[in-house]
């Protein structure tokens, strides 16, 4: 039993790896986007609703075999780390936005008013006054979704990210006479450990937020 958690454990650095730097793609990444769906120009804000929605859709296995196998630049091809970070990059950024943009769309709609009443520019208005009050109504969503993310992050070991996953059917592959099975029960503990308490954040998060409405 040691072994195989210490086996399991290998994949785990990389296993949090691919969820910190997606999630901090889409956080990044998911502004611009809810800007544009928050547009006054209609022709942007149908391109990006219809790309949001395009992202969305389809399923994540599908946007990582795409990236792994369909991109090349030149004659070089994405590695499975890199194409792994970006799908599931540019999934959380449409996830995202679409989180932000709920989040500003639960706001009062005379605050962008009123800071333009009192002289302040719409940069300063929304730095300042709407994107912490919107941020702050996300939050539990915004934690909702890195906890669906932990397990995405999952897929990364079809394209061969050596993540606890890689790591659990690899061992269960070399040693099927002497219940390999066993290093996956070990990676679901380990997910469990990891998303347990992000789950109770996200639980916490949520009620504050509703009591505080």
Do not use: C, H
């Not at 809810?34 to 859709?57: E, H, K, N, Q, Y």
């Not at 605050?111 to 709407?130: D, K, M, N, V």
């Amino acid at each position: 039993m040691p072994e195989v958690v210490s086996i399991v454990l290998l994949g785990l650095p990389l296993t949090l790896l691919v969820t910190a730097l997606s999630f901090a793609i889409g956080l990044v990444g998911g502004v611009p986007i809810m800007l544009g769906l928050r547009s006054r120009f209609a022709p942007v804000r149908l391109s990006l609703r219809l790309v949001v929605d395009l992202v969305r859709g389809v399923p994540p296995l599908v946007w990582l075999f795409l990236l792994y196998f369909g991109v090349s630049v030149g004659s070089v091809r994405l590695d499975s780390l890199t194409a792994a970070v970006l799908a599931l990059g540019v999934i959380s950024s449409a996830y995202l936005a679409e989180i932000y943009r709920g989040g500003f769309a639960t706001l009062p709609g005379g605050q962008a008013e009123a800071a333009a009443a009192l002289g302040l520019s719409r940069a300063t208005s929304f730095g300042r006054i709407l994107a912490p009050q919107a941020l702050r109504t996300a939050l539990p969503s915004m934690t909702a979704f890195l906890l669906s993310l932990i397990k995405d992050s999952s897929l990364a070991s079809t394209i061969g990210v050596a993540d606890m996953v890689f790591q659990a059917n690899l061992f269960t592959r070399q040693n099927t006479a002497e219940g390999g099975f066993t290093a996956f029960f070990v990676a679901a503990a380990v997910y469990l450990v990891i998303s347990v308490p992000i789950a109770i954040l996200a639980r916490r998060l949520d009620t504050r937020m509703q009591r505080s409405r």
